[in-house]
């Protein structure tokens, strides 16, 4: 298949395109936008989407995927007026939160969405569960259920393809990884034939993300060599050079980086975005003090969903924040991919490559 055009091969090519060009190519993030996007619904998804019906080739998924064609500093522009030339991103405010959540670290995301859906700011909230550790999203409108849904699960949530489902709701929040937020931003910004997916997204919610992992993770190493029942872990965490799992048992295990990095996923390698840049609010651990999240507030939406859970009682805000220690893996993590994109330059992936033009 010689490449024209990703829109012209989409409809030559159906999904074998979207598979050739993006998925057996190691480009593929698991975000789920193709999945949500076919009018089909000929695609499913395990670990990485695949034809479970007739493709009619109209050329959606590939057009749609955010590893195709997007252009970073222009979809900033539209969203931010600017584009921050700044690791960072654009922002308007960061502190550091901690919350009467159970959460991954202060319990920030689960707070901020439980409190919106009692404002009645959103009906509902695409998060995502996990079992033993495999996650998988679901939209939820009972701040009960919400709860349940906090801390991280290191596998891919295909998310967006909630989306389609999304629209059933007035106004939803979403909580994503970098790659899910560019992909619904370059839906929002470059329409795909004439599918609505985001009228009824709200909020984004982006997670800091330096890699994720494939559930073999969990199944060969924690499960097999560790002999760690999955059923018995409590919280998944990394640190540092660690990688960290605490039993319900109160035991833990420290596992080092090294040993885990065979399982990280291919697609991840291509990724240059650490803090979610294009998110109404982006969330993560490093930059303040344990029990704390790290809060970046960027758009005026985001501004107006935190102010109103600011003087709760039940939140600390800080503006204790080690900025250095975020630049400093924003760095790397551009750097790292910068230098695997480059050698797909040399594999010559035209199309995928022109996002990075201006700047490599
Ligand atoms: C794969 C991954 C890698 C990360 N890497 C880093 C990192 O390198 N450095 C850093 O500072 N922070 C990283 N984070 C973010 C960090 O682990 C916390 O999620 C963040 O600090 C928010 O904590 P919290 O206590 O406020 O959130 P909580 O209140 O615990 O809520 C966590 C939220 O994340 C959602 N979530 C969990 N897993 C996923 C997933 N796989 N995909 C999409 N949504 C999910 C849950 O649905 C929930 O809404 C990573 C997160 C993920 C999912
Ligand atoms: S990156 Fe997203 S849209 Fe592209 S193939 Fe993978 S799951 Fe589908
Ligand atoms: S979106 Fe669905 S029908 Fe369209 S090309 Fe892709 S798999 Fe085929
Ligand atoms: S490293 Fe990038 S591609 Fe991988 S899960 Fe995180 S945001 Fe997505």
């Known amino acids: 298949m010689i490449f024209t055009d990703y829109k012209v091969i989409g409809k030559e090519e159906g999904f074998k395109a979207l598979e050739y060009y993006i998925i057996f190519n190691e480009l593929c993030t ?10 089909e619904n000929a695609i499913d998804y395990d670990e990485y989407p695949y034809l479970k019906d007739k493709c009619t080739k109209c050329g959606y998924c590939l057009e749609a995927c955010p590893r195709t064609n997007i252009d970073r500093k222009e979809l900033e522009k539209k969203i931010f007026g600017e584009y921050a030339n700044d690791l960072l991103g654009s922002y308007k405010k960061v502190f550091a ?18 409190r919106l ?15 033993n550790q495999k996650a998988y999203p679901e939209i939820v409108s009972d701040p009960n259920r919400l709860l349940l849904s906090s801390g991280t699960k290191y596998t891919m949530s295909n998310s967006l393809k909630l989306l389609k489902d999304s629209l059933k709701y007035k106004n939803v929040a979403i909580v994503a990884l970098p790659c899910q937020v560019e992909a619904i931003r370059k839906f929002q910004y470059e329409k795909v034939g004439d599918i609505d ?28 060599k560790y002999s760690i029942n ?33 399982y990280k996923r291919y697609g991840c390698n291509y990724c240059i975005d650490f803090t979610a840049r294009m998110a109404d609010i982006s969330i993560g651990s490093i930059g303040s003090k344990e029990g ?25 805000i800080s503006d204790n924040i080690d900025f250095d220690s975020i630049h400093k893996l924003a760095k790397t993590k551009f750097t ?14 035209p199309f995928y490559l022109k996002q990075y033009g201006d700047l490599l």
């Open 30 to 39: 698991g975000c789920g936008m193709c999945q949500a996007i076919c009018p």
């Open 97 to 114: 939160m901690k919350t009467n959540v159970k959460g991954q670290d202060g319990g920030a995301v689960t707070y901020i969405l439980k």
């Open 117 to 131: 859906l009692e404002e009645k700011f959103i009906d509902a909230a695409i998060v995502t569960f996990h079992k």
């Open 197 to 224: 997916l985001t009228r009824s997204i709200r909020l984004i919610i982006g997670l800091f993300c330096k890699s994720n992992f494939l559930h073999s993770l969990f199944t060969d190493l924690i499960a097999e």
């Open 230 to 262: 999955l059923e018995s872990i409590e919280k998944v965490d990394i640190k540092g050079k660690y990688l960290y799992i605490y039993l319900k048992e109160d035991k833990k295990y420290k596992i080092p980086l090294k040993e885990i990095l065979q």
């Open 292 to 316: 704390f999240s790290t809060v970046i507030v960027r758009t005026d939406m985001g501004l107006s969903a935190i102010e109103r859970i600011l003087n709760d009682k039940d939140v600390e």
């Open 336 to 349: 790292e991919s910068m230098k695997e994109i480059k050698r797909k330059i040399i594999e010559n992936l």
